[in-house]
């Protein structure tokens, strides 16, 4: 009987983050020590928000690769290349390119690793079973019935949605996250539609324009806890939560430190938004007043307390967060711009990756039951007698709590982070070089 390919190493999700890493090994001419499952399809980046006019955030060359290889064949600048708009590019002067032609560069260079990732595939349990040698390997399982089995995995899944607990049971068609919006939204069709949109994020702000964009909303209501959508905080100082020194500088604090810290930079990622988009809906709400339209109606200082079907809408009560008084608001669909769950202790958060859950009980836990990250992004497993070898989950894209804000999914940090990856996933492999020989085909 045909044994089972073990490979050296498993990467569930194929988002920017192990792309980058893809990248990375195949640098160091290991590409294929490396495989993924993607749940899409094929590759795409962040597709349900991408809106029309909306531009990325970060340096377009701080990309998959530059600041690691600026000779790389994935760089930003050889996409524009290739394409033969370089030129036009350039010439355009634009301070960030558009969403849309950076998840096109995006999927230009993963369509570079096709034959590395097997896509259409959700990752749905990861255990630890016995290979043919004896020892431990990771067995991830999949929706469709099939199991992988690995020697490392790389878990680049992104974060779980930040659904508010007024929403936990109610989401669907009419009520949905805004990592659903754009099929949610043209699957309510043409019909006049009254939509609130909670969260004062970048999210919340592109969104709520591309909503007064579409002739079938009659309005918008924009509900959330501040007073309005505040400025994100782009000092070069504060960005230097970007670079590398940073991580090396936040990873050693104690929790409690590193929770003062990330509270007090949040505003570089957190309930802010860019000058561009917060002067087109002012522009846009100034035009209404002089119109006297009521297209746009805020919320400020108001949190939603509850949420429940009315007939064919659903009624929001809202507190206001100062004066506790409440009011009730109508809506046809319900957008929660709300962001995602970080993994920690505080309110909200998850402890671990659920995929974590089938091998929790062999994950070292901090003081406050949160597994403990090292620096190159390993959470090293309990070993056991029968297994020598320590077994290491990689944890790309997933590690604000531990590394800090620039690894809250920020494209900046990506090949940064890979590198550290890459160079661990090497340190560690030499010691078992037996074993890595032994791969074969996928299964
Ligand atoms: C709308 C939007 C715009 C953004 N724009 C920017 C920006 O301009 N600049 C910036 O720095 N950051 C931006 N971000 C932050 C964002 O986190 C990063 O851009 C980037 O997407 C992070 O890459 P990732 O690979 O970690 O996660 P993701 O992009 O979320 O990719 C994860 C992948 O894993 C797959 N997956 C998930 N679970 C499983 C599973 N169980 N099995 C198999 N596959 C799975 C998903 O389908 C997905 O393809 C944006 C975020 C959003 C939501």
């Known amino acids: 009987m045909k044994s089972q390919t073990i490979h050296p190493v498993l990467g569930v999700g194929f988002g920017p983050a192990n792309l980058s ?141 930040r659904v508010p607990p007024a929403f936990h049971r109610g989401l669907g068609p009419r009520v949905f996250h805004s990592t659903r919006y754009l099929s949610s939204i043209e699957q309510l069709g043409d019909r006049p539609l009254r939509v609130a949109v909670v969260g004062a994020s970048q999210s919340a702000i592109e969104i709520i324009l591309d909503l007064l964009a579409r002739p079938q909303v009659r309005q918008v209501v924009s509900i959330h806890r501040s007073i309005g959508f505040r400025l994100k905080d782009t000092s070069p100082y504060s960005r230097r939560v970007f670079l590398p020194e940073f991580v090396d500088y936040f990873h050693p604090l104690s929790t409690a430190k590193k ?37 746009l109606l805020m919320k400020p200082f108001s949190e939603v307390v509850l949420s429940r079907e009315q007939g064919q809408t659903q009624r929001l009560v809202l507190r206001d967060v100062n004066h506790l008084t409440e009011e009730s608001v109508d809506a046809d669909a319900v957008i929660l711009a709300t962001g995602f769950r970080d993994f920690g202790s505080e309110q909200g958060d998850e402890p671990y990756h659920p995929l974590l859950e089938g091998i929790a009980h062999r994950l070292p836990l901090d003081e406050e039951g949160v597994p403990v990250v090292s620096r190159d992004y390993s959470i090293e497993l ?62």
């Open 21 to 161: 890493l893809a990248v990375a090994l195949e640098e160091r001419g290991r590409a294929e020590t490396a495989h993924f499952i993607e749940r899409s399809a094929g590759f795409q980046w962040q597709r349900e928000q991408l809106l029309s006019g909306a531009d990325i955030q970060n340096n377009p060359f701080r990309d998959l690769a530059m600041p690691r290889n600026p000779a790389s064949p994935h760089t930003f600048v050889k996409y524009l290349a290739s394409r033969g708009s370089l030129t036009d590019y350039l010439h355009l002067n634009a301070k960030f390119p558009l969403r849309r032609e950076y998840a096109d560069y995006l999927t230009w260079v993963a369509d570079a690793f096709r034959e590395q990732v097997d896509y259409g595939r959700s990752a749905v349990g990861l255990s630890l079973v016995q290979g043919d040698d004896g020892g431990e390997v990771f067995r991830v399982e999949t929706d469709d019935g099939g199991a992988y089995l690995a020697r490392t995995v790389s878990v680049g899944t992104g974060r779980s949605p």
């Open 259 to 295: 929770r003062r810290l990330r509270g007090e930079l949040r505003s570089i990622n957190y309930a802010a938004c860019d000058q561009d988009v917060i002067d087109r809906l002012a522009g846009v709400q100034h035009e209404y007043q002089l119109t006297g339209s009521d297209r």
């Open 382 to 443: 309990k070993s056991q007698a029968d297994s020598p070898q320590p077994l290491r989950v990689y944890l790309n894209g997933l590690c604000e709590a531990s590394h800090g804000m620039g690894d809250a999914g920020a494209l900046a940090m990506l090949s940064v982070r890979a590198t550290d990856i890459a160079d661990s996933l090497q340190r560690n492999q030499a010691h078992d070089r037996e074993e890595l020989l032994a791969f074969g085909t996928s299964p």
